[in-house]
């Protein structure tokens, strides 16, 4: 399986909404429209066999215009190559489609992911926070948020250099 | 003779001893009895609770100093070992087995993330679950070696031993529970 | 004797009105290995169905690791899977020598091969003793654990520390096998064997043993591959994958070791197959020392090679490269890598974006416990509580993996 035949059978079908394409990268890269990804995904996963989903997580890009991103990697078993898959959106209006109907790995992932940048998942069946707290309002992996707990009263600043 | 130098016992605390009896007071002989006889619950949440299963294996071996049999019922539990990094969510958690543990109860702090948030100063680790319950003891390292658990441990047995009977009915003791917000159900 | 028919007297059977309980299982629980709670609904004692909730320990890694240079987050991964942590460090640096195009000699990557599979030992014998003590055969467990303070002395000697080892630095190691410590790995290459021989007497053909773990917790390959199940529970499952064939790293490729499958999915296949995995580590370990080459123990890298400590008190560029990295300037690629290394779990992956500063603009942990611990109530439907704590187990499930 060459990347370039898949690169060809891919812009065949979804012509439109590949956005940007890297071959250079460690993993052939895909940058793809936030309404085609499923419909990429299922296609990738069914006729090209790319029936692995490795990895799925999110990203924030303050300056770009499209700040939050989700990034996928599918791994095609029979073939050992991957594949990456980003797509972007705009913090107003952060909706992606989920996967889980297509890999029931990614429930957790995307939830993961909900909680981390506050990206929505439309069609999850469970979106809520995983790791972090329920009470919690905001989604500390972006970037405007700091590492530190913002109402701690017993660490003084001055001796931790920040 | 040299059949009693083949083992050793506890020593006696201080007492007037004559053939026939022993007289000390009351609160020295139960906190001998209480100090070498705790009943641990070990509140493993990380690494930390990795090197206690090594602790309580042969080559360290907890055992010897009483501590063979781990309670994980908060009721019939000594010592409440926090071992690990605690959580804001796992906080009310930790709140709620400390409540639910009879009187009286000690609790050490294994580890740096259980004395005070360790390595991760971050939004979502209680810096220190002396915010959250009274410590006794607490045992620096990442994690901390075996020898310090056991050190850890004896000097809850230090304590154990040396606390009067009244202690836990005194009014100090009772403002300081409640100023962790934890219930008292006397 | 008047035979009493239980079903018609007490009506214990009743189709009809099916009275759900709910039960509790965790966060605090003697058998969940980590803080994770479980609420099951049973149907007396059949389980219906599972909730889960993780994140009791979660210590927010991936937002540390924004602010902390390359060699510090060494530390972090650490603290991933705590029982292989050599694992998940030689991991880490092995995705930063993707990221900076580093080459290491063989005998760099022979000694990885060394470390990283005794961690894997390390993390198997864990497991499947744990399992045994959760289905009440404790003495395999003391037997073991006496085999895991063997290791915990080899990783002293190593680098100093027992558990979070922070083992080696970018582009090798920091100090080279010393005499002491290669013989006690050949020490325990030899006394591990009759061990895990009279750990297998005990186990793997106990008629109550295997009556405890075949079909319990089974799952198929395909449901297997549609969750993203790695490492020993795939390969129980059918799934031949293993990265350390697929994507060699480190020289695995220059060694002869057999990838162990099941067939069910089951407990028992997931306990055999890292019985297997131990043995053939053994000989992984056993092989890459008899064939240690000679060379370097570290390479240069230009950003994480602290010079030795002579040069840096008495030349210059030395003293310039130890200042700079000291101080945390470092260069290195605007790209963005992923790296996946076989995790004693699974496959461990390092998805690394770097905008050419100190500390990565982004770091994401593939964590294989994360993703196949979603499957679990898939997996003990239908199951009794003690088969449920069962397979819990035989996923080596680990909070500190889960929550990151």
Same mark, same amino acid.
């Given at each position: ?162 | 003779?040299?059949? %009693? ?63 063979? +049999? ?17 959580? %804001? %969510? ?14 009286? +109860? ?59 009977? +009244? ?15 934890? %219930?008292?159900? +006397? | ?404």
């Amino acid at each position: 399986m060459e990347y370039s035949i898949l690169l060809q059978e891919l812009k065949n079908k979804f012509e439109n909404s590949i956005l940007s394409v890297d071959e250079t990268a460690d993993i052939f890269t895909v940058i793809v429209a936030s309404e085609a990804v499923k419909e990429m995904i299922t296609f990738l996963k069914e006729q090209q066999n790319f029936i692995f989903l490795t990895d799925l997580c999110g990203i924030h890009y303050p300056e770009q215009e499209k700040e939050l991103g989700v990034i996928y990697h599918l791994h095609n078993l029979v073939a050992n190559k991957r594949i990456r898959l980003k797509t972007f959106v705009t913090k107003v209006n952060p909706q992606v489609d989920s996967i889980v109907s297509v890999f029931s790995g990614a429930n957790w992932m995307e939830r993961e992911t909900f909680d981390f940048y506050g990206i929505d998942f439309v069609g999850h069946p469970n979106l809520i926070r995983i790791l972090n707290v329920e009470y919690m309002d905001y989604f500390p992996m972006r970037k405007e948020y700091p590492l530190e707990d913002a109402t701690r009263s017993d660490k003084d600043d001055r001796f931790f250099g920040r | 003779m040299s059949e %009693k130098d083949k083992y050793t016992v506890v020593e006696a605390p201080e007492g007037y001893s004559a053939p026939g009896f022993f007289a000390t007071t009351l609160d020295k002989a139960v906190g001998l009895a209480r100090k070498n006889s705790l009943w641990p619950l070990p509140f493993a949440t990380s690494c930390c609770g990795i090197e206690f299963m090594a602790t309580m294996g042969a080559h360290y071996d907890l055992g010897r100093f009483g501590a063979e +049999r781990l309670s994980f019922s908060p009721r019939q539990a000594d010592l409440l070992m926090v071992m690990g990094t605690i959580a %804001k %969510k796992m906080a009310p958690v930790l709140q709620q087995v400390y409540e639910q543990m009879a009187e009286p +109860r000690w609790v050490i702090a294994v580890g740096a993330c259980a004395a005070s948030g360790g390595v991760f100063d971050t939004y979502s680790v209680l810096q220190g679950i002396d915010k959250v319950v009274p410590v006794d003891v607490y045992v620096p390292g990442c994690p901390p070696r075996p020898e310090q658990i056991i050190d850890g441990f004896m000097k809850i047995q230090e304590l154990v031993g040396n606390e009067p009977l +009244r202690r836990r009915y005194s009014p100090e003791y009772k403002q300081m529970l409640e100023s962790y917000g934890i %219930k008292i159900d +006397r | 004797m008047k035979t009493i028919n239980s079903e018609h007297h007490l009506d214990l059977t009743n189709e009809d009105e099916k009275v759900y309980s709910t039960l509790n299982l965790g966060p605090t629980h003697p058998a969940t290995h980590g803080i994770f709670q479980n609420v099951l609904t049973m149907n007396g004692e059949t389980i219906v169905s599972a909730e889960q909730t993780i994140g009791y320990i979660h210590r927010a890694f991936e937002k540390i690791a924004e602010r902390r240079p390359y060699y510090q987050i060494t530390t972090l991964t650490d603290r991933l899977n705590y029982c292989s942590s050599p694992l998940n460090n030689i991991g880490w640096h092995l995705a930063v020598e993707k990221l900076l195009g580093v080459e290491t000699n063989k005998r760099i990557d022979y000694m990885r091969i060394i470390v990283m599979e005794l961690a894997r030992i390390s993390d198997h014998l864990i497991c499947n003793s744990v399992i045994g003590v959760d289905s009440g055969a404790l003495t395999g467990f003391v037997y073991l654990f006496q085999e895991r303070e063997k290791i915990y002395e080899i990783y002293e000697e190593l680098c100093g520390a027992r558990l979070t080892t922070n083992l080696g630095v970018v582009g090798g190691f920091d100090r080279d096998f010393s005499p002491l410590a290669i013989q006690k790995i050949r020490d325990l290459m030899k006394g591990l064997p009759k061990v895990l021989h009279e750990f297998e007497n005990l186990m793997l053909r106990n008629r109550i043993f295997m009556d405890r773990t075949i079909d319990v917790g089974a799952i198929s390959a395909d449901r297997a591959l549609n969750y993203g199940f790695t490492g020993p529970c795939l390969r129980a499952a059918g799934i031949d994958y293993d990265v350390r064939v697929q994507e060699p790293y480190s020289s695995y490729n220059d060694f002869d070791f057999i990838v162990p499958i099941g067939q069910n999915g089951d407990t028992y296949d997931r306990f055999c197959v890292r019985q297997t995995e131990l043995w053939e580590s053994i000989k992984l370990v056993t092989n890459a020392l008899d064939n240690l080459p000679e060379g370097r123990f570290n390479t240069e890298v230009s950003a994480f090679f602290m010079p030795p400590k002579e040069d840096v008190y008495s030349k210059m560029e030395p003293l310039i490269s130890h200042f700079i990295m000291v101080m945390g300037e470092i260069d290195v690629p605007t790209k963005e890598i992923y790296k996946a290394v076989e995790g004693a779990n699974g496959e461990l992956g390092f998805y690394v974006v770097a905008d050419g500063g100190r500390a990565p603009y982004r770091l994401h942990f593939r964590r294989p416990g994360f993703i196949y611990y979603q499957a679990f109530p898939e997996m003990i439907t239908g199951a009794s509580l003690s088969d449920a704590i069962l397979t819990m187990s035989s996923m080596n499930v680990i909070a500190g993996e889960l929550d990151a």
